[in-house]
């Protein structure tokens, strides 16, 4: 896989949130500041995540409470993602979604066509499972929000949504399609979001695979960051090689803002 440089300032950030800017309910040491920084400097901001547990303006707030200057219509999440595939394709869903999510997706349908998979966390069961399995079966779509292996929480890594999209492709023989990252049109979306091209936008992230190589995949410059789900294998990995690692958001700020800004019209 081809790098994509970075060697003059971007115009623009997509940054993850889960890992690099907080873990749990505690921000990462100097990443508030870090990221003032960054508005200050005038870049323009795009946060993504594929957290599916809460809402946007949850998400809004729960940054907001830590001391990030961050507004809700900046965070593109997958949830919001596969509300507008399905609005868009009209398809009537069977909705795999955590409670505090339901109001945000909005009703199921009587008779779906489509199987919409977030991660339910805790209250996910093998009715659930089995419902959807039988869908799909039947000929239903499979959207997934997600297929993150794992995330990181205070306490430890916890087991994410992608084992229970990969159970329902294997046993079901549909394949899934990915809506938030590593999706391309994920990455695109963000990037019409800020107004520039990939060139001009580099992305922070703590996944090696779904955050930076996917990224780089659509020619942003990524940089992977040693917290969250960081682990040390991954500065070996043979097919992904970030543009650059650094131990935190704030390293990866200082090191953007001591690149030279490029003359742009």
Not at 152 to 161: A, F, H, R, T
Not at 190 to 207: K, R, T
Not at 211 to 240: M, N
Request: glycine letters at 10%; a negative charge; aromatic letters at 6%.
């Amino acid at each position: 896989m081809s790098v994509p440089a970075l060697e003059q300032r971007p115009a623009a950030v997509l940054i993850d949130l889960a890992g690099v800017l907080h873990v749990g309910d505690a921000a990462v040491p100097g990443a508030v500041d870090a990221l003032a920084r960054l508005r200050q400097a005038g870049l323009r901001l795009r946060f993504l995540t594929n957290t599916t547990r809460s809402p946007r303006a949850r998400i809004a707030r729960m940054l907001t409470g830590l001391g990030f200057e961050v507004r809700g219509d900046e965070i593109q999440t997958a949830a919001a993602a596969a509300r507008q595939v399905v609005d868009a394709r009209g398809l009537a869903p069977f909705y795999l979604v955590h409670p505090d999510l339901a109001a945000e997706m909005g009703p199921g349908a009587e008779h779906p066509d489509a199987v919409v998979m977030g991660d339910m966390g805790p209250h996910l069961t093998y009715a659930h499972l089995n419902r959807a399995f039988r869908l799909l079966m039947d000929g239903a779509a499979f959207i997934a929000m997600a297929r993150n292996r794992y995330f990181q929480e205070e306490d430890g890594l916890s087991l994410d949504m992608g084992a229970f999209v990969t159970g329902l492709e294997f046993s079901s023989g549909v394949g899934a399609e990915i809506v938030g990252k590593p999706a391309a049109g994920f990455f695109q979306a963000a990037l019409d979001a800020v107004g520039v091209p990939a060139g001009e936008a580099v992305l922070i992230g703590d996944d090696l695979h779904d955050d930076v190589g996917a990224a780089q995949d659509c020619g942003i410059a990524g940089i992977l960051v040693r917290t969250g789900k960081y682990r040390p294998e991954d500065e070996h990995d043979e097919e992904v090689r970030p543009a650059r690692v650094v131990d935190d958001f704030a390293a990866a700020v200082a090191h953007l803002l001591a690149l030279a800004a490029e003359p742009r019209p």
